[in-house]
């Protein structure tokens, strides 16, 4: 064409107006939980804005805070080494002797979220020793983050074997979605028995 030619196109049409169907396609992050989309266009009369459709995005199974729970013994039986920051030191099973019957075993749950999300709304199980849950109280944890609990219990019979784990919830995870429980993890309080117990 030359400049002195201006084609134009009008284009009518009969029936519902038409549509256009466009395909969105989520980023592979774990931080993404919505969509929002609105969508432009021109015509005769000027700009054009469509209304904002927001849709939530529920995280795949690789967005699930990988959450691990290590549950461990003093083995002392010195109350300072074996509180809260206290030095122990800390094993799976303690020493066969120094535990008697109605005396105190002193626990170490130690619980870790390697991410790729932040765990929320954590709490402690551990029906043998229902402190330790009390102890740990309701908490969140950071990606590659960690909570040491402390707790205590009278021994009323040897050995004893201690297991703990925890629940939690990742966060930005659609409502409904139900909390996950993490693999257990046990510490034995010794007798002279205690080589009969099996260590996890």
Known sequence: FTATNHPALVASYRGDAPQICVRTVVAADCAVTQVSDTATATDGSGALTSNTVELAVAPGAQCKPQVTVEKEICTVSNPHACGPGGAG???K????GLLQLLGTAYWRITVTNTGPVAATGVTVNDPTTPGCRTAAGTFDL???ASRQVYCDSFLLAL?????ASATFSG???PPGTPP???APSSAVACSLLCILTKES
Do not use: D, Q, Y
């Open 159 to 163: 050995p004893l074997k201690n297991t």
């Open 89 to 91: 030191p800390w094993a």
């Open 171 to 173: 966060l930005n995870a």
């Open 93 to 96: 099973k303690s020493p066969v």
């Open 180 to 182: 996950t429980t993490s």
């Open 142 to 144: 950071a990606v590659g």
